[in-house]
């Protein structure tokens, strides 16, 4: 048997329970993979919570979208794994287990030198990150604002805005403002006189925003400082980013990410993997968790931690 953490009600981390449940076979088209990392995303609390809307739960659900292990079965169809494949996958409902089914194209083959935590911490914010620079159309000339840099999202943000040739403001905490500055940002605080603070360093102006932090400080600041609302993006004020003229990638959005949107988030994946391999690219990692401990994992999360927590199966 398998295990994996599951819901059946909507609610506090106290729904979840973890549970014995057949080992998934794979279908034609899919891989299987033994689960030694999942990444804890804010995202699965707020689901969890029904914060974000979900269809209705009609039997056990799991939780949790991304993580990394090796191949244990392939599916008849699949070319290019072989069972013992260390990999990356994102894109599923419940990777908080020991053993899951992943469709093939979400599956990617970790490079040698990335371990599993890093691989599991990949998956939503890389794929958001990327996703947004590439959708914002970031380029060498660009002066672009990220609130939240320190967070999974934002600092992948800015190594991806970097790489494209673009001056990085990010916003911060003053305690985490040395991981934007080792990412290659210039960190500012937020709060009280940010948009002074982002027109003094940029005395000629920000010519992108990308809001990971969906305060209302992060979305006002924006506003005033940014004339193209094309070019301001959130991330998580998804519900109510339309009656301020700015983009939104879901983030509860009423507009789903399109396929193009849909299609970066994965490219984003090996793309970051060989990054990483070379040592260009960086991820912070956090607090782990057992499995049986999941509920806290996902508490942890919702508060705000610094770098990505894991659950180990
Ligand atoms: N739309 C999507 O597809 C999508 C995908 C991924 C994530 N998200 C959402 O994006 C948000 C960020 O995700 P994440 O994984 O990066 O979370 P995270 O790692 O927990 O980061 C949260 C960030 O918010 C910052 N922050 C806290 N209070 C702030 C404030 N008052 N002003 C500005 N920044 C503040 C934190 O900075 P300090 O620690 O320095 O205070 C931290 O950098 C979450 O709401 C998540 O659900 C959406």
Redesign the pocket.
Known sequence: MAKAIQYSELGGPEVLALNEVPVPVPAPGEVAVRVEAAGV???DA?QRSGLRPTPPITEPRGTGIDGAGHVTAVGSDVDGFRIGDPVVFTGIVGSYATDVVVPAHKVFVRPAGVSAAVGAALG??FG?AYQTVRSLGIRGGDTLLI????????QAAIQFAALAGARVLG???D??ADRVIALGGEPLA??DGLVERVRQAAPDGVTAILD????D??IEASLELLEDRSRIAT??R?PDAASFGIRA???GSPTPLSAQQQAWRLEAIPVALALIATGRFHVELGERYPLERAGDAQQA?SE???GKLLVLP
Not at 147 to 154: D, F
């Open positions: 995303n804010p995202i707020k939503v914010p958001t609130h939240g840099a320190s967070g999974s999202v934002g916003t911060t905490s305690r985490r937020y709060g990971c932090a969906g305060t400080e992060a991330i998580v998804g990638f879901s983030g999360a705000g931690a610094d």
